[in-house]
């Protein structure tokens, strides 16, 4: 499976982006897909994930913030974050599991995209 991410970028606290993460070559249908996001010199943490029946989990610090969903048409998953914080700036990465636990360790995904940078302003 290869993961593509998009959408990220620069934007004052407060404001939205969405993130796209595109996928070929697998079964995306049948897989979780996840989102990470790693901060300068610190470890990659949960954001938030979605199985392919729709059912969704959210680490707590985005809830109410950020949704995620996805569209098996297009294989694709999107980050919609609004209310963004400066703390929310990383490189966000989407990764790709096959399974029906609790997703929100890295070392569960098999296949990860190459991330995209997003950057909020005080």
């Known amino acids: 499976v290869q993961l593509v991410e998009s959408g990220g970028g620069l934007v004052q606290a407060g404001g939205s982006l969405r993130l796209s993460c595109a996928a070929s070559?697998?079964?995306?249908?049948?897989?979780?897909i996840g989102w990470f996001r790693q901060a300068p010199g610190k470890e990659r943490v949960f954001v938030a994930t979605?199985?392919?029946?729709?059912?969704?989990d959210y680490v707590d610090s985005v809830k109410g913030r950020f949704a995620i969903s996805r569209d098996n048409a297009k294989n694709t998953v999107y980050l919609h974050m609004n209310s963004l914080k400066p703390e929310d700036t990383a490189v966000y990465y989407c990764?790709?599991?096959?399974?029906?636990?609790?997703?929100?360790?890295?070392?569960?995904?098999?296949?990860w995209g190459q991330g995209t940078q997003v950057t909020v302003s005080s």
């Open positions: 070559g697998g079964t995306f249908g049948t897989s979780a």
């Open positions: 979605i199985w392919s029946d729709g059912s969704t």
């Open positions: 990764g790709a599991a096959y399974g029906s636990r609790s997703l929100r360790e890295p070392a569960r995904y098999a296949y």
